[in-house]
């Protein structure tokens, strides 16, 4: 399945969406968003695990201001929950999905990826939160997914300042979860996304649902949470199948 701006390849259980605005360094617009919710609403038949990135150099430089529509006070925040909710879509639907980073990983960019599971930079990547420059307030999730990430004070200088981090630093401080060499951060992707796709489909859906919830928890309803989540997974056949598969020293062969 091809589109303008987001094309998406399907193989082998792993769906591999590319933003397609190689003049636009691929700013995220309202079409492209939705065409990304598009696909975490009702994903390919059959797919494990998605792969997320850019084309002609660049992951996503955010907001395409020259598109900015001008909106009062309540039309800005619908706009802003709208899109809170594609970014929960990708953080809790349930599909893992790993970014393949390279370029400009900027604003609304760097929302879109803190969004997603695992996290791969090339040397050319920029991250960046550049709106206290330009006089606005993030709105699609920073403060909550890139918060989490680097700290309320860390963030507060990222954006007072415009600060630019590259790979290694976003390494360092947990924006990227790999750095690589030019032109391996896909490859690598599609590694990885083969090894997370032959796990266990109820393990990974626990995963996701409940890690980024036990962190918002209070410390004895996340370690009650935990239980209630090591017993539906340690109870279930591919728990089975995964100890025998140990046992008998072969791989697990999960539903």
Known sequence: MSEEMLN??????IAVLTM???????????????????????PPDG??????TGTAGHFCSGLDLSEHVSRDAEGT???????????NRIKFGGVPVVSAMFGAVIGGGLELASATHVRI??????FQLPEGR????????????????????????????????GADEGLAL??????????????????LARKIASNAPLSNYIMIQALSRIEDMPRHEGLFTESLCAALTQTSADALEGLAAFLEKRAPKFR
Request: proline fraction near 3%.
């Open 8 to 13: 998406v390849e399907v193989e082998d259980g």
């Open 20 to 42: 397609n605005r190689p003049a636009k360094r691929n700013a995220m617009c309202d079409a492209l968003l939705e065409k990304i919710d598009a696909v975490f609403r009702a």
């Open 47 to 52: 797919v494990k695990v998605v792969v997320l």
């Open 77 to 87: 925040m619908r706009h802003s929950r709208g899109w809170h909710e594609v970014m």
């Open 121 to 126: 930079a090339e040397p050319s990547t920029i």
């Open 134 to 165: 330009r006089g606005i307030f993030v709105g699609g999730g920073a403060s909550v997914g890139v918060g989490r990430i680097l700290g309320a004070d860390r963030m507060t200088e990222m954006m007072l300042t415009g600060r630019k981090y």
């Open 174 to 191: 947990g924006l990227a979860h790999y750095s690589v060499g030019e032109g391996e951060a896909l490859p690598l992707a599609m590694e």
